[in-house]
């Protein structure tokens, strides 16, 4: 059964969940994922499109 309940926060994924493409772009899953949309977001959007990531850790590490 599933129940529709009201909002009650917002909780942030683990630490090791961060930034996770900025400090894995070698994990199999992002190559074979995840770079290929970003590339075509750079492709589609250039204009909109930022080199550099917005990281949630300061250092990206």
Same mark, same amino acid.
Request: glycine fraction near 4%.
């Given at each position: ?16 969940? /961060?930034? +996770?493409?900025?400090?894995?772009? #070698?994990? !199999? ?13 750079? /492709?589609? +959007?250039?204009?909109?499109?930022? #080199?550099? !990531? ?8």
């Amino acid at each position: 059964m599933t129940r529709v309940e009201d909002y009650k926060g917002f909780y942030p994924a683990e630490a090791y969940h /961060q930034d +996770f493409l900025a400090k894995n772009p #070698n994990y !199999p899953y992002i190559m074979i994922y995840d770079l290929p949309k970003v590339g075509n977001l750079k /492709q589609v +959007f250039p204009d909109l499109y930022r #080199n550099d !990531p917005v990281l949630l850790t300061k250092s990206g590490s």
